[in-house]
């Protein structure tokens, strides 16, 4: 009876139970389980279609199919020796033109294939049920897309590019023609992971990929038209040529990363993480890429420089070919090209040759002997000068006496040029050249230093 009191009063206790589980497992365990109901699915379609082959009247599709590519390697092989003989006789066409028929000779076989399963299709369909023909369509819209995609991602000259975009393509095409698609996505957007509140996952990301890819390839083609023709308006200046299309240009990629970020669903308000990273970045290294930068708006505002302008730079001299972000680029008279950095051109102390307007003045020095004509002397070396090419004549070249030497009288002729870019030594070279001639025709002589040894006798 005790043990019975016992028992009746001792308090219920709760009955033992599984382990809770917390919300991100069951998240995860949901995941898991999406997934393999998907890989299941793929599993049957793929495990139906490989029992469907093993019926005849599609193995029967399969050997026509075989067959038709025979033919059209066949075909190809004896199309191609005359195609190529064609295109030879062909060679004053446009580049684009001839580039589209390498194109299509590279592709032939391929090309046959398509022209002759697709009657092959057309005909079985009138002729049988359809579904006796249906693998034979699969073929044919397949062998079609390959071959569009092939021929329209030409149209991008980067090879990586071509490439990539060729095989996501081929693969987004087989898809949407074996009808799985649906399975295709819900499996790629299972694949993901969460960073903070933004869930990232494979279809997000080949999303992203697809449209930002689109996007600047626009905003690459918009900003090259709008370029073209800011460079054909001859009313902007060429420096604010430059600064237009480099604001253009950061505008239009700014945009498209703005509208493919949010196309696929990326909250912008993340980026602000990222932007206090550029900032501390900016702040640690970065410095003289900022600087550049800067430096180079404030020579495309200021207008100190622009293309084609003459500058010399410490031991540096030639033309302006391009302004960048980063750097300018001048190129010398003797082909090389240099890359200065944008902040070298605001610091530093620059000659522009052709900053306010394209006319150079040159010195060149002479000397002639004490017994020549100093008024003869001047009035033919300016009329030497005017006779060289590049040296102008509504600026008169003039000439001075500047010194009597210990064996000359000292000259010097100057004259102007307005084309700098045509080089400085070359044109001295020749205004020297030509006094030579003066001075050899009117017997005006060139002293040079002369020493005199006497040997004395010392009487022994």
């Given at each position: 009876?005790?043990?019975?009191?016992?028992?009746?009063?001792?308090?219920?206790?709760?009955?033992?139970?599984?382990?809770?589980t917390?919300a991100?497992?069951?998240a995860?365990?949901?995941?898991?389980?999406?997934?393999?109901?998907?890989a299941l699915?793929?599993?049957?379609?793929?495990q139906?279609?490989?029992e469907?082959?093993?019926?005849?009247?599609?193995?029967?599709?399969?050997?026509i199919?075989?067959?038709?590519?025979?033919v059209?390697?066949?075909?190809?092989?004896?199309?191609?020796?005359?195609?190529?003989?064609?295109?030879?006789s062909?060679e004053?066409?446009?580049?684009?033109?001839?580039?589209?028929?390498l194109?299509?000779?590279?592709?032939?076989?391929l090309?046959?294939?398509v022209?002759?399963i697709?009657?092959?299709v057309?005909?079985?369909?009138?002729?049988?049920?359809?579904?006796?023909?249906?693998?034979?369509g699969?073929?044919?819209?397949?062998?079609l897309?390959?071959?569009?995609?092939a021929?329209?991602?030409?149209?991008?000259?980067?090879?990586?590019?071509?490439?990539l975009?060729?095989?996501?393509?081929w693969?987004?095409?087989t898809?949407?023609?074996l009808?799985?698609?649906?399975?295709?996505?819900s499996?790629?957007?299972?694949?993901?992971?969460?960073?903070?509140?933004?869930?990232?996952?494979?279809?997000?990301?080949?999303?992203?990929?697809?449209?930002?890819?689109?996007?600047f390839?626009?905003?690459?083609?918009?900003?090259?038209?709008?370029a073209?023709?800011v460079?054909r308006?001859?009313?902007?200046?060429?420096?604010?040529?430059?600064?237009?299309?480099?604001?253009a240009?950061?505008?239009?990629?700014?945009?498209?990363?703005?509208?493919?970020?949010?196309?696929?669903?990326?909250?912008?308000?993340?980026l602000a993480?990222?932007s206090g990273?550029?900032?501390v970045?900016?702040?640690?290294?970065?410095?003289?890429?900022?600087?550049?930068?800067?430096?180079g708006?404030?020579?495309?505002?200021?207008?100190?420089?622009?293309?084609?302008?003459?500058?010399?730079?410490?031991?540096?001299?030639?033309?302006?070919?391009?302004?960048?972000?980063?750097?300018?680029?001048?190129?010398?008279?003797d082909?090389?090209?240099?890359l200065i950095?944008?902040?070298?051109l605001?610091?530093?102390?620059?000659?522009?040759?052709?900053?306010?307007?394209?006319?150079?003045?040159?010195?060149?020095?002479?000397?002639?002997?004490?017994?020549?004509?100093?008024?003869?002397v001047?009035?033919?070396?300016?009329?030497?000068?005017?006779?060289?090419?590049?040296?102008?004549?509504h600026?008169?070249?003039?000439?001075?006496?500047?010194?009597?030497g210990?064996?000359?009288?000292?000259?010097?002729?100057?004259?102007?040029?307005?084309d700098?870019?045509?080089?400085?030594?070359?044109i001295?070279?020749?205004?020297?050249?030509?006094?030579?001639?003066k001075f050899?025709?009117?017997?005006?002589?060139?002293?040079?230093?002369?020493?005199?040894?006497r040997?004395?006798?010392?009487?022994?």
């Amino acid at each position: 009876m005790e043990n019975e009191t016992t028992l009746a009063t001792r308090p219920n206790l709760p009955e033992a139970s599984a382990p809770a589980t917390s919300a991100p497992e069951q998240a995860s365990g949901a995941v898991v389980n999406e997934a393999q109901e998907i890989a299941l699915s793929l599993a049957d379609k793929a495990q139906g279609f490989l029992e469907g082959l093993l019926r005849p009247w599609n193995a029967y599709q399969i050997v026509i199919a075989l067959v038709l590519f025979i033919v059209a390697h066949l075909l190809a092989k004896l199309l191609r020796p005359r195609y190529r003989e064609w295109m030879r006789s062909r060679e004053n066409w446009p580049k684009w033109r001839l580039r589209f028929m390498l194109l299509v000779e590279r592709r032939l076989r391929l090309i046959c294939f398509v022209l002759l399963i697709f009657p092959t299709v057309w005909l079985m369909r009138e002729l049988t049920w359809p579904s006796r023909s249906y693998l034979l369509g699969v073929i044919a819209n397949l062998a079609l897309a390959w071959l569009v995609i092939a021929i329209v991602t030409r149209l991008i000259n980067n090879g990586f590019l071509r490439s990539l975009v060729r095989y996501a393509g081929w693969a987004w095409a087989t898809l949407v023609i074996l009808g799985i698609t649906e399975e295709a996505i819900s499996l790629m957007d299972t694949a993901a992971i969460e960073l903070g509140t933004l869930r990232l996952s494979i279809w997000m990301l080949v999303q992203a990929v697809f449209t930002l890819g689109l996007l600047f390839f626009l905003a690459r083609s918009v900003s090259k038209a709008t370029a073209s023709g800011v460079r054909r308006n001859e009313d902007i200046s060429p420096s604010m040529q430059v600064l237009v299309i480099k604001f253009a240009q950061v505008g239009l990629y700014g945009l498209a990363l703005f509208v493919g970020l949010r196309a696929t669903g990326v909250d912008l308000t993340g980026l602000a993480v990222l932007s206090g990273a550029i900032g501390v970045g900016l702040g640690f290294g970065l410095q003289k890429v900022v600087s550049n930068l800067v430096s180079g708006v404030i020579i495309l505002l200021d207008k100190s420089i622009k293309p084609g302008d003459v500058i010399s730079l410490g031991e540096t001299f030639g033309w302006i070919n391009t302004l960048g972000a980063r750097y300018t680029s001048v190129v010398t008279r003797d082909g090389r090209e240099y890359l200065i950095p944008n902040e070298d051109l605001i610091t530093g102390q620059v000659v522009n040759w052709s900053h306010s307007d394209d006319f150079v003045r040159l010195d060149i020095y002479f000397g002639t002997a004490y017994g020549d004509d100093p008024h003869k002397v001047r009035a033919l070396a300016i009329e030497a000068a005017r006779g060289v090419d590049r040296v102008l004549s509504h600026k008169a070249p003039v000439c001075h006496i500047v010194g009597f030497g210990d064996n000359s009288v000292d000259y010097i002729l100057r004259f102007w040029i307005k084309d700098p870019t045509g080089g400085l030594t070359n044109i001295r070279g020749n205004v020297y050249l030509a006094l030579w001639d003066k001075f050899q025709e009117n017997n005006i002589s060139i002293p040079f230093p002369q020493r005199e040894v006497r040997m004395l006798d010392d009487g022994s």
